[in-house]
């Protein structure tokens, strides 16, 4: 295909995802206070007779003049992108799929339908634990204080924590793919474990703003679970590689294993030796005999 072509195609695709992210944030637009309530749903709001008074509630506010309308704009725009993700996902997708190999392809449809499972398990996770994440983090205000929050970090808060619950369940995923690949082997895997989840319960902790050990436990669980399952399935596919082909798992740079025991030797068969040239054959040569001494003319 020509380049003017491809550029051509590229430019219908994008036109297609930014339609369908335009489409559903026109939609969230229009039901955008609906969306705040339910993504602030996690913060003890203050009732109409109830003063915030140290870590009892939290009055959710606007802090500046143009903070009511950048927050709608900043919703939907961000409603759009992962409701329409589906669409222009999709779009890209068939751009480059044409390019790909069959078993790239294969590959590729394996990775998206485990990733998006996966992700919403997380994000789902993330909103759950929500509301212990923020009474923890408002208990900590002092007596005598209100707790006054702007709409906007709220947000921020909620959509940074589904996001990195949502992305932290795909590490396994991930792994498995390197392994499929052959880049990592379950070996190799199953022998960073004490590292991984050493590693993995220090992230839970540095990402989850809670100071008591729910957050933390909460998403380093899970994935050490789903760690677990990617080693497992990662011995099953080396095993099933090397029966398949011993030398699999081999690296450039690593010779095979050669049987270098030896055989026994056959019955020896006597072979008769065929003259290259008349002469040789007859033992003459212009019509003189020459004498040969172990089958080589006397001469030489």
């Given at each position: 295909?020509?380049?003017?072509?491809?550029?051509?195609?590229?430019?219908?695709?994008?036109?297609?995802?930014?339609?369908?992210?335009?489409?559903?944030?026109?939609?969230?637009?229009?039901?955008?206070?609906d969306?705040?309530?339910?993504?602030?749903?996690?913060?003890?709001?203050?009732?109409p007779?109830?003063?915030?008074?140290?870590?009892?509630?939290?009055?959710?506010?606007?802090?500046?003049?143009?903070?009511?309308?950048?927050?709608?704009?900043?919703?939907?725009?961000?409603?759009?992108?992962?409701?329409?993700?589906?669409?222009?996902?999709?779009?890209?997708?068939?751009?480059?799929?044409?390019?790909?190999?069959?078993?790239?392809?294969?590959?590729?449809?394996?990775?998206?339908?485990?990733?998006?499972?996966?992700?919403?398990?997380?994000?789902y996770?993330?909103?759950?634990?929500?509301?212990?994440?923020?009474?923890?983090?408002?208990?900590?205000?002092?007596?005598?204080?209100?707790?006054?929050?702007?709409?906007?970090?709220?947000?921020?808060?909620?959509?940074?924590?589904?996001?990195?619950?949502?992305?932290?369940?795909?590490?396994?995923?991930?792994?498995?793919?390197?392994?499929?690949?052959?880049?990592?082997?379950?070996?190799?895997m199953?022998?960073?474990?004490?590292?991984?989840?050493?590693?993995?319960?220090?992230?839970?902790?540095?990402?989850?703003?809670?100071?008591?050990?729910?957050?933390?436990l909460a998403?380093?669980?899970?994935?050490?679970?789903?760690?677990?399952?990617?080693?497992?399935?990662?011995?099953?596919?080396?095993?099933r590689?090397?029966r398949?082909?011993p030398?699999?798992?081999?690296?450039?740079?690593?010779?095979?294993?050669?049987?270098?025991?030896?055989?026994?030797?056959?019955?020896?068969?006597?072979?008769?030796?065929?003259?290259?040239?008349?002469?040789?054959?007859?033992?003459?040569?212009?019509?003189v005999?020459?004498?040969?001494?172990?089958?080589?003319?006397?001469?030489?």
């Amino acid at each position: 295909m020509p380049l003017v072509e491809h550029l051509r195609e590229l430019r219908n695709r994008l036109a297609k995802g930014l339609l369908a992210i335009a489409a559903v944030t026109v939609v969230a637009l229009v039901y955008s206070e609906d969306l705040m309530q339910f993504l602030t749903k996690s913060v003890p709001k203050c009732g109409p007779n109830v003063t915030s008074d140290g870590g009892n509630c939290a009055i959710v506010s606007f802090n500046t003049l143009m903070a009511p309308f950048s927050t709608t704009i900043q919703l939907s725009l961000t409603t759009g992108l992962v409701v329409a993700s589906p669409v222009w996902l999709y779009q890209l997708w068939a751009f480059v799929a044409p390019g790909l190999h069959k078993h790239e392809k294969k590959y590729t449809y394996a990775f998206v339908g485990a990733a998006v499972p996966l992700f919403t398990a997380g994000a789902y996770l993330a909103y759950l634990i929500l509301p212990i994440s923020v009474k923890v983090l408002i208990s900590l205000t002092p007596g005598g204080s209100a707790n006054i929050l702007s709409l906007g970090d709220v947000l921020d808060f909620t959509l940074r924590m589904v996001l990195v619950f949502g992305i932290a369940f795909e590490l396994p995923l991930v792994l498995v793919m390197l392994n499929l690949t052959g880049v990592l082997t379950g070996r190799r895997m199953a022998g960073w474990w004490r590292g991984v989840i050493m590693g993995v319960f220090v992230f839970g902790a540095i990402i989850t703003p809670t100071t008591d050990p729910v957050g933390m436990l909460a998403l380093a669980g899970p994935i050490t679970i789903l760690y677990g399952a990617a080693v497992g399935f990662s011995l099953l596919n080396d095993r099933r590689r090397r029966r398949n082909n011993p030398d699999a798992e081999l690296d450039d740079d690593e010779a095979s294993v050669i049987d270098l025991t030896p055989e026994a030797v056959g019955e020896i068969e006597t072979v008769s030796a065929v003259r290259a040239l008349p002469e040789q054959a007859t033992g003459e040569s212009d019509g003189v005999r020459q004498h040969r001494l172990n089958g080589y003319d006397d001469i030489t």
